[in-house]
């Protein structure tokens, strides 16, 4: 092989994206944001991948593409090019105020308001004592993590803080001739 056919079998073998920027992911869909060593990240995965992260990302079309992982791995800006890539901070805003889209911890009580962690659905399940070891590591898998940074799901999805909503308790049954108080009894003889 001549030495000069060398540079271009290197370029084509590099998978090359000609998309346009999309800083916004608006042609792409974007991830939770998620930590690893404490650093953010947010991925924009391609419209075809339905989801983006998460188990079974890459059974999806698109393959590794529709990971957190993967799209990490490739290192492609979504400043300089569309999905598979890494959105720049400020990230998009993700809101998920139920836990709609991710696992839940127990309930636990900060200052009397009842809260559940939230974890992304990568962590398999949220919180407990093997947190840590669970996929996506203590920072989006730990209740604990989570609660120490006091993320609101009512500002990103997860891993985020969901509060419990306050149970909504049935009208009183009154008897009839009762008054309103359930033990009292009216006898039909």
Request: charge should be negative.
């Amino acid at each position: 092989m001549k030495l000069s056919t060398l540079p271009f079998l290197l370029v084509s073998a590099i998978h090359v994206h000609a998309q346009t920027a999309d800083p916004t992911c608006a042609t792409g869909i974007p991830a939770s944001i998620y930590q690893i060593n404490g650093a953010d990240y947010q991925s924009c995965c391609p419209s075809s991948c339905t989801a983006c992260g998460g188990p079974g990302c890459s059974q999806r079309p698109g393959g590794s593409e529709c990971c957190n992982g993967g799209i990490r791995v490739l290192g492609y800006s979504c400043d300089t090019q569309g999905p598979p890539c890494l959105l720049s901070a400020p990230f998009t805003p993700y809101q998920d105020p139920t836990c709609a889209t991710g696992l839940t911890s127990d309930i636990f009580e900060i200052s009397g308001v009842e809260y559940q962690a939230c974890c992304p659905t990568s962590c398999t399940s949220c919180g407990g004592d093997r947190c840590d070891d669970l996929p996506g590591g203590p920072d989006n898998c730990c209740d604990t993590e989570i609660r120490e940074r006091g993320n609101s799901c009512d500002d990103q999805g997860p891993p985020c803080l969901a509060s419990v909503p306050e149970p909504t308790n049935p009208p009183p049954t009154t008897t009839a001739g009762g008054g309103g108080d359930p033990h009292f009894k009216v006898s039909t003889r």
